[in-house]
T-cell receptor
Framework: KQEVTQIPAALSVPEGENLVLNCSFTDSAIYNLQWFRQDPGKGLTSLLLIQSSQREQTSGRLNASLDKSSGRSTLYIAASQPGDSATYLCAVTDSGNTPLVFGKGTRLSVIA | NAGVTQTPKFQVLKTGQSMTLQCAQDMNHEYMSWYRQDPGMGLRLIHYSVGAGITDQGEVPNGYNVSRSTTEDFPLRLLSAAPSQTSVYFC??????????????FGPGTRLTVL
């Protein structure tokens, strides 16, 4: 059974810092991996989708990488801003075509 | 496009009552699903569908029913509400490519309290 882990559970950084959020998964035979952002009391907003054949995807200040063989993905946020404060979730679709399996998220606070 | 919409936004039920959470999408997506989100438990899949007339159980299906009569709509029915069903419920959808899920889009959620 696929399991997704995100460490740390919470992270606090000063404004302007570059940071990395980590996601690991137990079954490396995935089809894709998706990063989401969730603001308090809100739904999930899709940030980036990486297909299994890709190594990374970029959107603005966000860069997500994927290393299937080691079962890891990272979300890099450049020049963090207070508006980046949210919970970041990663989720995978694996080779069994099971619908998205989620990690429990990393709660990010960017301090002005 | 409205994307994925959910109604109601908030609901309070008494134990034993039944209700239906509504979910609709206007992106012609084949795949739709329901998740519940609880503190410390993360997001857990309740039921999902890969097309009209096709549904399947997820990780936590007990106490919930679904049906998919149209591509656009995927309602979630609580048969006899219990306090353990107090949660935030999210509906999601995506297109399918060769049977695999593409980027998934989520609705704003329904916050349900069962007294």
């Amino acid at each position: 059974k696929q399991e997704v882990t995100q460490i740390p559970a919470a992270l606090s950084v000063p404004e302007g810092e570059n940071l990395v959020l980590n996601c690991s998964f137990t079954d490396s035979a995935i089809y894709n991996l998706q990063w989401f952002r969730q603001d308090p009391g809100k739904g999930l907003t899709s940030l980036l989708l990486i297909q299994s054949s890709q190594r990374e995807q970029t959107s603005g200040r966000l860069n997500a990488s994927l290393d299937k063989s080691s079962g890891r993905s990272t979300l890099y946020i450049a020049a963090s801003q207070p508006g980046d404060s949210a919970t970041y979730l990663c989720a995978v679709t694996d080779s069994g075509n099971t619908p998205l399996v989620f990690g429990k998220g990393t709660r990010l606070s960017v301090i002005a | 496009n409205a994307g994925v919409t959910q109604t109601p936004k908030f609901q309070v039920l008494k134990t034993g009552q039944s209700m239906t959470l509504q979910c609709a999408q206007d992106m012609n997506h084949e795949y739709m699903s329901w998740y519940r989100q609880d503190p410390g438990m993360g997001l857990r899949l309740i039921h999902y569908s890969v097309g009209a007339g096709i549904t399947d159980q997820g990780e936590v299906p007990n106490g919930y029913n679904v049906s998919r009569s149209t591509t656009e709509d995927f309602p979630l029915r609580l048969l006899s509400a219990a306090p353990s069903q107090t949660s935030v419920y999210f509906c999601a959808s995506s297109s399918l490519q060769r049977g695999t899920y593409n980027e998934q889009f989520f609705g704003p959620g329904t916050r349900l309290t069962v007294l």
